[in-house]
């Protein structure tokens, strides 16, 4: 049976760390002086009014925590933080409607990046800030975050980093889930500051370069300026996101190894870094070569725009330095493909993983020795160690499910009125959390002429994707809900 104590008591922890965020925008509103003072301050009293609440209803609880307790922690974690998130948007005047607020702040925490917003450009500082904010932390992920930075949330941490973690395969740097959430989170941090630092000397200013920081590492896409990235027109701030981009997609315990361990041939020598390196360096140089013959840009900049938007689709970060809609049109399905797949497993970004893709290509290859050999035992080997059954089940059900979602998105957002192209488009960008779609809602574009309906089937599937489809399923399964 589920300790509802138990999760009420961590949920409420969850709304008093949401509160705290608020309340440091509050702060950046005064400091400015800014017309957004008050819609901050009632976001965050309410904020901690429902964390006292439910620290209230889950007094005396049972320290005993389940699987089926950490699921249900993550999966109410992320809309508990959307729906207070979303009343700083409500409370001003730059989003109208509830569909819109949802939409924004679930994009944020999901670090999706897509915006309904025409008007960035004229916000307030503490508003981009939040938007920013949420994507920072929803990039390493709440609940994930939260152990990180605090003592200690419950005796089960064990259950919710196992329900937060992504992709097939999980590991521990060290033997307490604690420790090993604060060491990726320094991780994480290191790489801020790092990207913060770098793009302050490449021209942008404090408050642009900490946001676009936040952004870059959370793979979220969010910008302090309607253009995007384009605004700045700069490629030493571009080579500094591709670089940036490009970490953040890497499996975070690799770069912990790497950086802080010094074991440089444990990265390298990695499946799914090496399927990661050479997926983005294959499709950099085909979309290079075309935009050169095609679109007579010069080899660096043809390069440079190149290698921008493919691990930026790849990372799902979503930011754009060019109108890929002018591009070749055969070049883009290999941005939609890099979308789907998603950077790699551990790491901030969304999709399918690379990790997934390169599993099933070893799982197809020993299929198809087994017709020539049929006797033969062909066990499936990632980084030397043998995947046991149940991986490969969960692999191959994960796919399916995956896939049916994609479809089901697509076909809801047709029904929405969306076109072929826009729907495919708008559907993996939301699933996948990238941010950037196609045709009407491609690079140049905001996602606000979408119906509200669209908006909610797009917020829907951000947060499907954000969980990886089957934390959702599972909750919503009766068997989830039976006493044995």
């Not at 152990?147 to 992709?167: E, R």
Request: proline share 3%.
């Amino acid at each position: 049976m589920l300790n509802f104590k138990l999760i009420s008591k961590i949920l409420g922890t969850l709304a008093f760390m949401e509160a705290a965020l608020l309340l440091i925008c509050t702060g950046m509103s005064f400091f400015y002086e800014e017309d957004d003072f008050w819609p901050f301050a009632y976001a965050s009293i309410i904020g901690f009014g429902i964390g006292i609440l439910l620290k209230f209803l889950g007094r005396k609880a049972r320290k005993e925590m389940g699987s089926r307790d950490g699921y249900m922690v993550v999966s109410l974690s992320w809309l508990l933080f959307c729906i207070v998130g979303m009343l700083p948007f409500l409370f001003t005047s730059h989003i109208q409607g509830v569909a819109n607020a949802f939409f924004e702040t679930m994009s944020g925490f999901t670090s999706t990046g897509a915006t309904i917003m025409d008007n960035i450009d004229t916000c307030p500082h503490a508003l981009l800030f939040w938007r920013s904010l949420t994507q920072w932390v929803g990039g390493l992920g709440i609940v994930l975050f939260t152990i990180a930075i605090l003592p200690g949330i419950g005796n089960g941490d064990v259950k919710l980093f196992a329900a937060q973690s992504s992709g097939p395969l999980q590991g521990k740097l060290q033997p307490r889930i604690a420790t090993t959430s604060k060491w990726i989170f320094l991780v994480y941090l290191l790489l801020t500051l790092a990207c913060t630092f770098s793009l302050r000397v490449a021209g942008m200013d404090l408050f642009d370069a900490v946001n676009h920081a936040f952004t870059c590492i959370g793979t979220g896409g969010f910008s302090t300026r309607q253009a995007g990235i384009m605004y700045y027109q700069s490629p030493m701030i571009e080579y500094v996101l591709i670089l940036f981009m490009f970490l953040a997609g890497v499996n975070y315990s690799l770069l912990y190894f790497f950086a802080l361990r010094g074991k440089f041939k444990r990265l390298v020598q990695d499946t799914e870094f090496k399927w990661y390196a050479i997926i983005f360096l294959s499709v950099s140089l085909i979309c290079t070569i075309v935009l050169h013959r095609d679109l007579g840009l010069e080899w660096g900049s043809a390069f440079r725009h190149a290698a921008f938007q493919a691990i930026s689709a790849y990372t799902s970060t979503g930011y754009c330095s060019h109108d890929y809609m002018t591009w070749t049109p055969w070049l883009l399905p290999f941005l939609f493909l890099l979308m789907w797949i998603g950077a790699c497993s551990g790491s901030s970004a969304g999709g399918f993983k690379t990790i997934r893709l390169a599993m099933l290509w070893k799982i197809g290859q020993n299929e198809i020795k087994k017709i020539l050999h049929p006797h033969a035992i062909l066990p499936l080997r990632i980084n030397g160690q043998v995947i046991g059954t149940s991986v490969k089940m969960n692999l191959m059900a994960f796919s399916l499910l995956f896939s049916l979602t994609f479809f089901a998105g697509f076909m809801a957002l047709s029904v929405c009125g969306l076109g072929f192209g826009e729907a495919a488009g708008c559907c993996i960008s939301s699933l996948s959390n990238v941010g950037c779609g196609f045709g009407d809602f491609g690079p140049v574009y905001s996602w606000n002429a979408m119906s509200d309906a669209a908006k909610w089937v797009c917020s829907a599937l951000m947060y499907i994707g954000r969980l990886e489809i089957m934390s959702v399923i599972l909750v919503v399964s009766p068997a989830f809900w039976r006493r044995q």
